[in-house]
């Protein structure tokens, strides 16, 4: 069964450094998305992307994070200045459509873990 | 309120019984409805989809949804210690974000 692939699965780095987290969508999917979890808390969204372009975006995902589809197949999360309390699992995740016959499909995640 | 509600447990249960999970949610724009399960430290899997109103089975998992209601549950049947993980209710109204509840641990005792 395809599946939505996410390298690495664990990225340490030193505060203020910029990260890259990069995904391979399923690949007949149009629509793709980043959500992010805290140890122990929920799942959150961070922002869809849709025909490159972001379709919407989450409070958390300001000036310091951006997304990008360089190839058509990569889409990849940067962010440009580590913080501390960036420190999370953060997931990809892609769906066919919109709507019917079209639920979210999970990365296993890349630990991203700031010190 | 919050747009979804779940609450997180922890659910501990024996081996075999018949568990019951379940999500309650204010946006009545939501229109389909997802149940996933996360073992620690791996992505969310996707166990039911759903979009109309009522039942729908898959193996030993049922999902129920009641949009008069705004409650969705998961039941689990003949419940396995492989099935302890935790479950996460999520649901979107047809457009970009999808939303999640904020998970049930469930721990099925052998």
């Known amino acids: 069964e395809p599946e939505v692939t996410q390298t690495p699965s664990h990225q340490v780095t030193q505060m203020g450094q910029e990260v890259i987290l990069r995904c391979v969508p399923i690949?007949?999917?149009?629509?793709f998305y980043w959500y992010r979890q805290i140890l122990g808390q929920k799942v959150e969204f961070l922002v869809s992307f849709y025909n490159n372009e972001i379709s919407e975006k989450s409070e958390i995902f300001d000036d310091q994070f951006s997304v990008e589809r360089p190839d058509g197949s990569n889409f990849t999360l940067k962010i440009r200045s580590t913080k501390l309390e960036d420190s999370a699992m953060y997931f990809c995740?892609?769906?066919?459509?919109?709507?019917?016959?079209?639920?979210?499909?999970f990365g296993n995640g890349t630990r991203l873990t700031v010190t | 309120q919050k747009e979804v509600e779940q609450d997180p447990g922890p659910l501990s249960v024996p081996e075999g019984a018949i568990v019951s999970l379940n999500c309650t949610y204010s946006?009545?724009?939501?229109?389909?409805f997802m149940w996933y399960r996360q073992y620690s430290r791996k992505g969310p899997e996707l166990l039911m989809y759903?979009?109309?109103?009522g039942n729908k089975e898959d193996g030993r998992f049922t999902a129920q949804v009641d949009k008069s209601s705004k409650y969705i549950s998961l039941f689990i049947r003949d419940s396995q210690p492989s099935d302890s993980a935790t479950y996460l209710c999520?649901?979107?109204?047809?457009?970009?974000?999808?939303?999640f509840g904020t998970g049930t641990k469930l721990q099925v005792i052998p």
């Open positions: 690949s007949n999917h149009l629509y």
């Open positions: 999520a649901m979107d109204g047809g457009y970009q974000k999808v939303t």
């Open positions: 946006n009545s724009a939501f229109q389909y």
């Open positions: 759903t979009y109309s109103s």
């Open positions: 995740a892609s769906r066919q459509g919109r709507g019917r016959g079209s639920p979210l499909h």
